[in-house]
């Protein structure tokens, strides 16, 4: 699992229109990188309308933002125009990237051990660093969790 003050680890993958997106192009700038299970469930509806919701401010704050779940491009696309999300989702469809930050694993759904993506996010800091970590993620209010955490590194 990646932990706060550690490089976070670079990846490339594919948008919902199949370009590639670079999180080292994000250099120099504050980035949110979060894992999420899957498109259209409600628990990640939740979250991606939340972290919706806060983008006024994130882009006041210099916020970009990275979602990623192992769906396709398609599945993105549709998920993007029916919730309105105006920002980047990415499709780790081998889990390699989820792997690397510690998202995907064994974990506890309704009451049984299973392996999958484990919602968590990551807060980049412009120098590369993880300035911020969620393990555990209140999908109805992490917006403004995120722009909290980041309102208070900024000062």
Known sequence: MIEEGMMAPLFTLPDKDGNDVSLESY???????????KDNTPGCTAEACSIRDSMPRFSELGLEVLGISADSAQSHKRFAEKHDLDFTLLT??????????????EKMMYGKKTVGVIRSSFLIAPDGTVAKVWKKVNTKTHGEDVRKALEEIKG
């Open 92 to 105: 780790d469809a081998d889990h390699a990237v989820m792997e690397a930050y510690g998202a995907y694993g």
């Open 27 to 37: 250099r120099g700038r504050h980035v949110l990188v979060y894992f999420y299970p």
